[in-house]
Nanobody
């Protein structure tokens, strides 16, 4: 079994910063791309950023220059550093990863975390 567990969400004032973490655990052979998505109330879930196994990164236009995605392969963890937060960044943030499990090393499966709430408000 493979699990993704997010942490680091919370309430922050506009202009503030938060750092989200997502740790993968379980029977993991290889972690490929890892990503962060977010979903605001009444809206669809949108891609925020992703990072490939080779550390190529991609960002949504709305957060470019403010958010930074990174990963620590030794810890099976992906991070999202969020700076200059705005009220419109308020959402549930979800971690996503493509993982080859130990029990099927030739096939990658897509996994989601349970989400962590980020609220930007004064």
């Amino acid at each position: 079994q493979v699990q993704l567990v997010e942490s680091g969400g919370g309430l922050v004032q506009p202009g503030g910063s938060l750092r989200l973490s997502c740790a993968a655990s379980g029977s993991i052979f290889r972690i490929n791309a890892m990503a962060w998505y977010r979903q605001a109330p009444g809206k669809q879930r949108d891609l925020v950023a992703y990072i490939t196994g080779g550390n190529t990164v991609h960002y949504a236009e709305s957060i470019k220059g403010r958010f930074t995605i990174s990963r620590d392969n030794a810890k099976n963890t992906v991070y999202l550093q969020m700076n200059s937060l705005k009220p419109e960044d308020t959402a549930v943030y979800y971690c996503n990863a493509d993982i080859n499990p130990d029990w099927n090393r030739h096939l990658a499966f897509n996994y989601w975390g349970q989400g962590t709430q980020v609220t930007v408000s004064s």
